[in-house]
Nanobody, 115 residues
Framework: QVQLVESGGGLVQAGGSLRLSCAAS????????MAWYRQAAGNQREMVAT???????NYLDSVKGRFTISRDNAKSTVYLQMNSLTPEDTGAYYC?????????WGQGTQVTVSA
């Protein structure tokens, strides 16, 4: 069973940066989209950024220009570089990977941004 293992979350001051990583426990071939979602307390989970197999990216409006999603297909890994963080970016961040037949989610990593 494939698991997605996330790392890189933590506590940071406003204006700081964090880099999240998410690696599949087994090398997976033919991963289509990879993505990061987040969920703040009391809110619904929302898409933060997606990246297609060919590298096409899409971002939540509020993170455009501050966050960058990237992927390493050889390592079945997706990254999220987060700069100029604000307290509104606080939440649990989840990675997601789609293959043709299945969707996989990470267990979540907490990001807390202090004012």
């Amino acid at each position: 069973q494939v698991q997605l293992v996330e790392s890189g979350g933590g506590l940071v001051q406003a204006g700081g940066s964090l880099r999240l990583s998410c690696a599949a426990s087994l090398r997976m071939f033919s991963i289509n989209d990879m993505a990061w979602y987040r969920q703040a307390a009391g809110n619904q989970r929302e898409m933060v950024a997606t990246i297609s197999r060919s590298g096409t990216t899409n971002y939540l409006d509020s993170v455009k220009g501050r966050f960058t999603i990237s992927r390493d297909n050889a390592k079945s890994t997706v990254y999220l570089q987060m700069n100029s963080l604000t307290p509104e970016d606080t939440g649990a961040y989840y990675c997601k990977m789609d293959t043709r037949y299945e969707v996989f989610w990470g267990q979540g990593t907490q990001v807390t941004v202090s004012a």
